[in-house]
């Protein structure tokens, strides 16, 4: 299965898919929200990782 997210493409393989729903119903989610939280949780970490490499960069040029 493949997933489109933000303009990428993410293969799911059936054991990643298999494993992906088993936790969604151990949390009593829909396989819909895990996902979500998924992506939610992938762009939290972009976003915050861009962000510190922006601090860097300033503090950088103010220390040059």
Same mark, same amino acid.
Request: proline share 0%; with cysteine; hydrophobic share 40%.
């Given at each position: !299965?493949?997933?489109?997210?933000?303009?990428?493409?993410?293969? =799911?393989?059936?054991?990643?898919?298999? +494993? !992906?729903?088993?936790?969604?119903?151990?949390?009593?989610?829909? =396989?819909?929200?895990?996902?979500?939280? +998924?992506?939610?949780?992938?762009?939290?970490?972009?976003?915050?990782?861009?962000?510190?490499?922006?601090?860097?960069?300033?503090?950088?040029?103010?220390?040059?």
């Amino acid at each position: !299965m493949d997933i489109n997210f933000e303009g990428e493409t993410y293969h =799911i393989g059936q054991h990643m898919w298999d +494993a !992906m729903c088993a936790q969604a119903a151990e949390r009593e989610m829909t =396989i819909d929200e895990y996902i979500a939280e +998924a992506f939610t949780l992938l762009r939290e970490k972009k976003l915050t990782k861009q962000s510190n490499l922006e601090q860097d960069i300033i503090v950088h040029s103010q220390t040059d």
